[in-house]
């Protein structure tokens, strides 16, 4: 799998957003008083919440459909198009941070890359 | 990775099936009025949400496991469950948003599915 | 694939335990009366519901690491990894449906060994 190095690395890359995503949920869930096992009840801690959820909602999207359109369409595209996931997932989560209102720019943009992924796997 | 091409477009079509039932959740927002962050509130919107992360809940078990049978049990039988496996998750879709005590068929054919998928790769 | 039947085994294992996890989702919404598709209301059942995402959560991260780390660091470790995550899920599932305060322990020895994973392949 040597030749396959860059892909490994945004892979792991954006798992480990992934993860800095859900450490900051646990801190949400200090700072806002939300006790386990609720999810709900406070929209502060809700978005921090949302963020990580949407996260692994794109991710379970991503992460076969890079792989699969760097091996059957471009490695180096498929490499490029993960760089700007790890990106779009910056964007959308400071934004959502930020607002609720805030989140569509980074939401579409995860939305552009994963749809680029599968319907260029499905015409290649 | 040519000899796998099936498989691939199996998996494709199954992250495109989840991609559309993501942007029904996003309509289903607006038509119920259901805003960010949160996701309780209205049981129709409810509905759409849950076929959505009912599907993810799916596809975490249903990607690898198909994979794993296909290189270890059998490629073509691999291939035929992984279509069933998409008509599955429409019956379930269709009938959930129909309304929730019709949502067993889908779920069951779809738990059949993997359970296969997992216990083949067990015995064999 | 003939060389990686124990960390296929790993994966198959990992599967099994989170579709357990989501049959004891299904029995508690009887034995708590949380009817689809509400998955809130009943602090019990919310338990049951938290032990299965929380699951997902951490599979989302833990399948691609686990075969990163075996290609590029170290196969044996990473299997060993991976018998320790299946144990940790245990400790994680039967602590917190014990009470909801008896979670940090397993819940902790899976985000070790993810943490693991993603950072000693970056290093590696």
Same mark, same amino acid.
Request: glycine share 8%; proline share 2%; net charge negative.
């Given at each position: 799998?040597? !030749?396959?190095?860059?892909?490994?690395? =945004?892979?792991?890359?954006? $798992?480990?957003?992934? !993860? =800095?995503?859900?450490?900051?949920?646990?801190?949400?869930?200090?700072?806002?008083?939300?006790?386990?096992?609720? #999810? #709900?009840?406070?929209?502060?801690?809700?978005?921090?919440?949302?963020?990580?959820?949407?996260?692994?909602? *794109? $991710? =379970?999207?991503? =992460?076969?459909?890079?792989?699969?359109?760097?091996?059957?369409?471009?490695?180096?595209?498929?490499?490029?198009?993960?760089?700007?996931? $790890?990106?779009?997932?910056?964007?959308?989560?400071?934004?959502?941070?930020?607002?609720?209102?805030?989140?569509?720019?980074?939401?579409?943009?995860? *939305?552009?890359?994963?749809?680029?992924?599968? $319907?260029?796997?499905?015409?290649?």
């Amino acid at each position: 799998m040597g !030749t396959y190095h860059e892909l490994e690395m =945004i892979t792991v890359l954006a $798992l480990l957003e992934y !993860t =800095i995503l859900g450490i900051m949920v646990g801190r949400a869930r200090q700072t806002y008083g939300v006790e386990a096992p609720a #999810t #709900t009840g406070n929209p502060d801690f809700e978005r921090y919440f949302r963020v990580h959820e949407n996260t692994l909602e *794109a $991710l =379970i999207v991503f =992460i076969p459909a890079v792989w699969i359109f760097a091996l059957e369409v471009n490695y180096h595209f498929a490499v490029a198009l993960g760089a700007l996931f $790890l990106i779009a997932r910056i964007i959308y989560a400071s934004g959502y941070l930020s607002a609720a209102n805030k989140r569509s720019a980074g939401a579409l943009a995860t *939305a552009a890359i994963n749809a680029i992924l599968l $319907l260029g796997t499905m015409i290649g």
